[in-house]
């Protein structure tokens, strides 16, 4: 069997038809692949901001025609630059293992760190809506005016343009795209690949979390699109389809229909997996100009709980948690000091004692939201976070870092994904009383605060437990032999809000 697989002529377009044609190739190694280019209106178009052009569908339009008329057999798009609605002449019939769906952002490393304006090139309404919110809190540098230019062309072309104009400070780009070239085995682009590792080495980066910025629906995924009655491509397509990460591009898909679509609309809706469910960011701005923002758990395990008020719960709030203090091991600050060279992750802002100075040639990953804001209000650029969901999740940064990881923790630590570590504090149980008799609802932040609390009062295990999604709920799952009375909630607040509202 030979097929003609046809997609933009972008070089980023030619190596995701590669990477479908080497995966179809892995599953059926009969089929012969010719590959085709073509230029469309919106890579002809190289002025107008996306934003402002007048149609959806400016990437794929001019492709399918060439379907519709049977001089190719199927086209390998990116996802996101599909209309809301393809047509009813051909459909999307597979899509591979979704990348990275996340945003990325470089900054340039010359640049004067006292500014008080920054200027980032992007045209994407939705970037440049969500991004000011982190942009104010999650970099070292705390500015106080944010500026936004357009930017068009593909992604070396961007880049180059980026670290040639001497007014810009950053830029914005899909990380998918970044991942894909430098990843990608095809001979001809070798030489890409060289001139994009040679730009990123002149930017510190920052990889923009889906909880604050989630994605352009579908970004990270290709979309392979046959003629609706080709029945023989379409049963082998989807054979090889990607069912789970078919359905949340569809479910983000459907969230921005209802919004109105397209990339004019300042929306970012992601589907993330996760062992433990399937997460769900949107934020950004309905055609009414109404903010609408959530970051939501959705679960198979559902239990509809009665709670009769505060004193139900523990804690009351998180000033009461007070089970242990923590106390820093000044004998590590010189191990900490002489870190190079190492992706460090760094779970709470105690992890890093106050004296400790991390050297710049490091990788720095924070557990979460929190504990990055911390580090970059002590003047720490922080290259990414797992956003509350596990040390281990989606950290996906093997092409652009090969440095080995390393955490910073305390002295009775659980065992975790991350194997090598150092102890940077320790903790110190303190007097605390519980009335276990009234409380029936507890939120814990670490499996060692449920831990001392169990030693204390082993009646709580038949009580109701919550915890994010880390490792905490597996260390309190191993403790209590199960999790039948174990339940994942993101944070305390919305743990304590739903519980309330009962």
Not at 59 to 83: A, G, M, Q, Y
Request: some cysteine; glycine content about 4%; charged content about 30%.
């Amino acid at each position: 069997m030979k097929i003609k697989v046809l997609s933009r002529k972008s070089d980023l377009a030619t190596i995701q038809a590669r990477e479908f044609g080497e995966y179809l190739n892995s599953k059926y190694p009969d089929i012969q692949i010719d590959y085709k280019t073509k230029s469309t209106s919106g890579d002809k178009d190289l002025i107008t901001p996306l934003s402002e052009m007048p149609i959806e569908g400016v990437f794929t339009n001019d492709l399918r025609e060439e379907l519709i008329t049977k001089k190719c057999d199927l086209i390998v798009h990116s996802w996101k630059d599909l209309p809301i609605e393809v047509g009813n002449k051909t459909k999307i019939a597979a899509t591979l293992q979704r990348a990275d769906k996340r945003d990325i952002l470089f900054l340039k490393k010359n640049k004067n760190n006292d500014k008080k304006e920054i200027t980032i090139l992007c045209s994407s309404p939705r970037r440049q809506y969500n991004v000011n919110k982190f942009i104010k809190n999650f970099l070292p540098n705390k500015y106080e005016e944010i500026k936004f230019e357009n930017i068009r062309g593909n992604i070396p072309t961007r880049f180059k343009k980026f670290l040639q104009n001497p007014s810009s400070d950053a830029f914005i780009v899909a990380k998918a795209a970044i991942d894909r070239i430098l990843l990608n085995n095809v001979p001809e682009f070798d030489e890409l690949k060289k001139i994009l590792k040679s730009y990123i080495d002149e930017c510190l980066w920052t990889i923009i979390p889906l909880s604050i910025n989630p994605c352009s629906p579908g970004q990270g995924a290709l979309a392979i699109e046959t003629r609706d009655n080709d029945d023989h491509l379409n049963h082998i397509l989807n054979d090889i389809n990607f069912d789970n990460d078919f359905f949340n591009v569809e479910n983000e898909r459907n969230i921005l229909k209802i919004y109105g679509g397209g990339c004019h609309q300042k929306i970012g809706v992601s589907y993330i997996t996760h062992s433990l469910g399937t997460i769900v960011s949107k934020r950004g701005e309905d055609e009414n100009g109404n903010h609408f923002e959530s970051w939501d758990l959705i679960n198979e395990k559902k239990e509809k709980f009665f709670c009769s008020g505060e004193d139900e719960i523990y804690p009351e709030d998180l000033n009461s948690y007070k089970i242990f203090q923590r106390k820093e091991l000044n004998n590590t600050i010189l191990e900490v000091n002489n870190l190079k060279n190492k992706c460090i992750f760094i779970s709470r802002i105690s992890a890093l004692q106050n004296d400790a100075k991390i050297n710049s040639n490091n990788i720095i990953w924070s557990s979460g939201l929190k504990t990055w804001k911390k580090l970059a209000d002590r003047g720490i650029w922080v290259n990414g976070s797992s956003d509350g969901l596990g040390e281990g999740f989606e950290n996906n940064i093997n092409s652009l870092t090969d440095f080995p990881w390393i955490k910073l923790t305390h002295s009775s630590s659980f065992e975790s994904t991350i194997k090598n570590k150092i102890n940077t504090y320790q903790l110190q149980k303190l007097d605390f009383e519980i009335d276990v008799y009234k409380k029936n609802f507890f939120y814990w932040m670490s499996g060692s605060a449920f831990k001392l609390v169990l030693e204390k009062y082993p009646e709580i295990k038949e009580k109701y437990h919550f915890c994010g999604p880390g490792n905490t709920y597996y260390e309190i799952k191993k403790l209590l032999g199960d999790d039948k009375n174990l339940f994942v909630e993101l944070s305390y607040d919305t743990w304590k809000k739903k519980l309330l509202s009962s």
